[in-house]
């Protein structure tokens, strides 16, 4: 029986499905499914039912979970010590997409390589579906990502820039264009460009319940597929996007194509921030807080 075995039984458990957990794990649904049997096998007891949708965890599986957990937690613990006590082993850093915040990180990282200039900093990108359990695991040190909730659950945060929403981009040739000032609810007729379901999920779900709390149900919608497609679908006159003032200066330009709109109803709240998690920081971690911390204006 390896860790991974472990794992993989873990987050099936969790997510009651084999195929949410593929997802999860980034592993083809038959590897999955063939090393939860072999588990099984070793293990010689049937740990999941196999429903007709998803999976449940048998008597003995719920038995097994609690030790399976101990055991990777205890196993995180081993490898975060060991990590302590060498810093060349330096800092592993995560983000996402950052559309205009990239400035923002920059100045984070330009300001830890000041601070520990002898500390190798490894950047990665996660998206932040991956990013909290890649924290919990200790696979990254820090992420930096998008969150539409304060305090982030379960985990350290520190604002880097307020990304409330407050607008939206709109084709040229809209009627809405000719507005000063809109109301969500009368966009019902274009298709809503959001944040990818699968890379953004959190992101999608807290966006689409703030537009129907302000009186728009979204019928017609897709996920965005970089900025160039959607730059494409709402200058065709088909679709429209939410923005802030830092999205909208990037557009003031393409005024005969695609315009930036103020919305009448209550800003949609969100931030770029950086998490960690709390309760195992290293002192490196502690660092890139404290210079992240010093790069923050008093706005955000």
Request: with cysteine; aromatic share 6%; proline share 7%.
């Amino acid at each position: 029986m390896e860790l991974r075995h472990l794992r993989y039984f873990v987050a099936v458990a969790e997510e009651g499905s084999f195929l949410r957990a593929a997802g999860r794990l980034r592993v083809a649904q038959p590897a999955l499914s063939k090393q939860i049997r072999d588990l099984e096998r070793e293990v010689g007891v049937k740990l999941f039912e196999r429903l007709p949708r998803g999976t449940r965890v048998t008597r003995a599986g719920e038995q097994f979970l609690g030790n399976a957990r101990s055991a990777l937690e205890s196993a995180t613990r081993a490898v975060t010590t060991a990590r302590r006590t060498d810093p060349a082993t330096g800092l592993k850093f995560a983000h996402s997409d950052l559309y205009v915040y990239t400035p923002v990180l920059l100045k984070v990282l330009a300001a830890f390589r000041h601070a520990s200039p002898e500390t190798p900093v490894r950047v990665v990108r996660v998206n932040e579906v991956d990013q909290h359990a890649a924290l919990r695991e200790h696979r990254i040190d820090v992420a930096a990502g998008f969150v539409p909730t304060w305090p982030v659950p379960g985990l350290e945060a520190l604002q880097l820039a307020d990304c409330a929403v407050t607008g939206v981009l709109l084709p040229a040739t809209h009627p809405l264009a000719a507005e000063r000032r809109i109301r969500l609810r009368d966009l019902s007729d274009l298709v809503w460009l959001h944040p990818s379901q699968h890379t953004r999920p959190e992101l999608y779900r807290a966006l689409r319940t703030a537009l129907e709390t302000r009186g728009l149900v979204p019928t017609r919608h897709r996920g965005r597929r970089g900025d160039i497609g959607a730059n494409v679908a709402i200058a065709a006159g088909d679709a429209w996007a939410l923005a802030n003032p830092a999205v909208a200066a990037v557009y003031a330009d393409m005024q005969g194509s695609i315009v930036h709109r103020p919305f009448a109803d209550a800003p949609i709240p969100m931030w770029f921030a950086l998490i960690w998690r709390g309760d195992a920081s290293s002192p490196l971690v502690e660092t890139m807080v404290r210079v992240a911390r010093g790069t923050v204006s008093p706005a955000a």
